[in-house]
Every structure is written in structure tokens, then in C-alpha cells.
């Protein structure tokens, strides 16, 4: 079983930052790409950034140069710097990861998610 576990969501201003982190345990032999997405309310999910294990990123369109996307291997944690927040990045975030687990082959993981809002 492998499980992720998001913090760091809640209310912020427009025009300020939170930093999301997800942390990934239980059977992990190691973690390709590892990445964020969100779905606002009436809305589709959609990736927000996603990082491989050699530390390369993209990004959405709607965050490039606002929301930085890392990755701690030996920690297998994932962050999400979000600066310069708007009231359009008000969603839920999830976290996801493909894994590889061992036995039980490749997985691939979601978070429970977090809340982001952004108040105008």
C-alpha cells in the first residue's frame, strides 16, 4: 500500500503565497513523476505542474511563473510554491505519484486533496 498525504492548502489573500507539500510512505521502491493538479467547483481536474525523478517540470499555462514545482527524492515529497495567488486558483489540490511498489508493480497514487482559496 502506498499513500500520499497533502498539507498546506487554505485561505489567502489575492496576491499572496501558500506552499502545498505531499508526502508519499508505505511499500516505495521509487517514484517517477510525481505532480499536482486541482478541480475547481463545476470544473474538470487539470494538472497544475508535475516533476520527474531527474528533477525536470512543466507546468500549466495559467501558473507558469507563479507556482514553482519541487521535489525532496530521499524525503519522496513533493511541494508546490504558489506566489502571486488569484481568486482562479481556488480548487481543490491533489497530489499524484506514479510509483513503483515492488511486488506489487506500478501504481499509480492520488491524494485525498487540499482545499486552496483565494479571496479577493
Known amino acids: 500500500q502506498v499513500q500520499l498525504v497533502e498539507s498546506g492548502g487554505g485561505l489567502v489573500q489575492a496576491g499572496g503565497s501558500l506552499r502545498l507539500s505531499c508526502a508519499a510512505s508505505?511499500?516505495?521502491?521509487?517514484?517517477?513523476?510525481m505532480g499536482w493538479y486541482r478541480q475547481a467547483p463545476g470544473k474538470q481536474r487539470e494538472l497544475v505542474a508535475r516533476i520527474t525523478s531527474g528533477g525536470s517540470t512543466n507546468d500549466a499555462d495559467s501558473v507558469k511563473g507563479r507556482f514553482t514545482i519541487s521535489r525532496d527524492n530521499a524525503k519522496n515529497t513533493v511541494y508546490l510554491q504558489m506566489n502571486s495567488l488569484k481568486p482562479e486558483d481556488t480548487a481543490v489540490y491533489y497530489c499524484?505519484?506514479?510509483?513503483?511498489?515492488?511486488?506489487?508493480?506500478?501504481?499509480?497514487?492520488w491524494g485525498q486533496g487540499t482545499l486552496v482559496t483565494v479571496s479577493s
Open positions: 499524484n505519484a506514479d510509483v513503483y511498489a515492488g511486488g506489487f508493480g506500478y501504481l499509480e497514487v
Open positions: 508505505g511499500t516505495i521502491f521509487s517514484i517517477n513523476v
